[in-house]
């Protein structure tokens, strides 16, 4: 981007006596990484800025400035316009973002939600009023984009006294960080991370301290999908130009801890200002600004990163939540948590329109994920990426099945495996091995960082039967296992709000061993349900029957270990409402 001219939303000020004055303690290196401009459907002859991807890398929102059709006019005004992807990689023309957006003179979204539907743009807005700075969210509804809303961030109308003002938020949805100066009229920002409380509101920013924090500048942040790789730009001394581009990460679970900012040189940073930068949940490109072999003016660009400057890898798990009984999709809060142990790490959103949804999680954990609506039982999911490692080098096996219909894309990262169509199960785990059964028919398998897992609520009626997938027992075991608790936690908060409703807990078994020995060790685990909803949660017993049907009611074939996976199982039944 040009020093001579200072774009609004770049919102720095560029001191060319200090750039110049300025020590380089990092080489130039042209040749590394090659940059790719995005082309004409993204880039015009007026300045494009401030790209934000959508982690799915689907979607590019960008400003576009001085345009003489802008409702400012050319002069210093800015507005939102988007691309999406076609199916053949390359970028739809651009469009203007459609009202509620660009009704102020300076436009730009700072952040979008894994699943698309949230965007967090610029400036405090109140029922459609521009109040000031600040940030705002919109939600993608059946009928649009909403009116933007502001975010109540406790402190921050008090504690920024500065010029300037970016945010990025963080894909679980519980973490804002902010770049803004506690000084009054000072060009010169900090970052801080503000959390999502349970009123909806967001606490007081806190200082991501020393380890990121200098005096000098600190702005435009951006957090990577794995929640602890930040990228940030900075005007400390030993850069390339105004502006450098640096990466650092969070040490442990705090926001105080990070490694020592690295410069991550050319060709992201250049001899002028390099502020916005952007990317998708893969981590493999940067979208940034630059005006070399541009098309007039700043245009989108990308770069392939080199391995050290990458987040760790993360997988992207997508699909609908439906109605099981009528198969309609539903507009539903999607939760997901650490096993074992729980806690809520993360929040989404299904489409009020379709129920799609996604979620981003980093390798090396357990998983389980919910979705919830009113009216409805909570029906949980889990995934295990505890097998994969950060170092990109683990392959997919596919075990007792023969598919069809498989494509396999190009990828040379070789991990990760996902899965569509009618399958059971995406089991990644087992001795660094991950593993996928995969036996159902018009099966689609290919090298990537997604897997599709579609959630069925079910309605709040009388005799029907809900699978506890997140119940877990040690092999030939009937105590239950610690990673357990959340998912029957969550059964005795159902009891607890319906007090009328009483349940059967039905233990099933695969045909592996006797019939007698099954038998005995479904009664066993369905007791040890049991007794933890009534010893530990305090419900009454009378309220829960429990029976143990051994192998007797099969789901699947037990010839297969898919079949056999699918036959063990805990339900519970809803036998008086």
Known sequence: MKSSKIFPILLLFLSATFVWGQKRSVSIDPKSYEIENLGDSVNSTYDELGPVMTPDGQTLYFAIDGRQDNLFGADESQEIWFCTKRPD???????????????EQFNSVESVTPDGGTLIIRGAFKNGKYKGPGFSASNRTANGWSVPQQLEIEGFQEMNKGVFTNAVLANNGKFLILAFSEVKNSEASDLYVSTLKEDGKWSRPQSLGADINTNVSED????????????????????????????????GDGWQKWSKPVNMGSPINTEEADTYYTMDATGEYAYLVADKN????????????????????VVLVSGKVFNSKTRQPLDAMISYEVLPGGGELGVARSNATTGEYKIVLPYGKRYGF?????????????IDLSGLKADASQTASLMDTTLRNVSVLENKEQFVVAATGNTNDAVLNSDDTPLLPATSKDT??????????DLYLVPIEKNVVVRLNNVFF??????????SYPELDRVAEFMVENPAITIEIAGHTDAMGTDEYNLKLS??????????????????PSRIVVHGYGESVPLADNETEEGRAQNRRV???????
């Open 89 to 103: 990689g390359k970028w739809s023309k651009a469009k203007r973002m459609p009202l509620p957006f660009n009704l």
């Open 220 to 251: 435009t942040p951006f957090l990577a999908a794995d929640g602890k790789t930040l990228y940030f730009s900075s005007d400390r001394p030993g850069g390339l130009g105004a502006h450098d581009i640096y990466i650092a990460r969070r040490e």
């Open 294 to 313: 541009s098309k007039g003016g700043s245009d989108v660009v990308r770069v392939k990163l080199k391995e050290e400057f990458r987040p760790d890898p």
């Open 370 to 382: 919910r979705a919830k609506a009113p009216g409805f039982i909570s029906v949980s999911d889990n």
């Open 444 to 453: 689609t398998v290919s090298v990537g960082k997604i897997i599709s897992r």
């Open 474 to 483: 040690d092999f030939d075991k009937i105590q239950l296992n610690d990673a």
């Open 523 to 540: 009664e066993g685990r369905v007791t040890s349900v049991k007794d933890y909803l009534t010893s530990r949660k305090g419900l009454d």
């Open 571 to 577: 339900e519970f039944k809803i036998i008086k409402n």
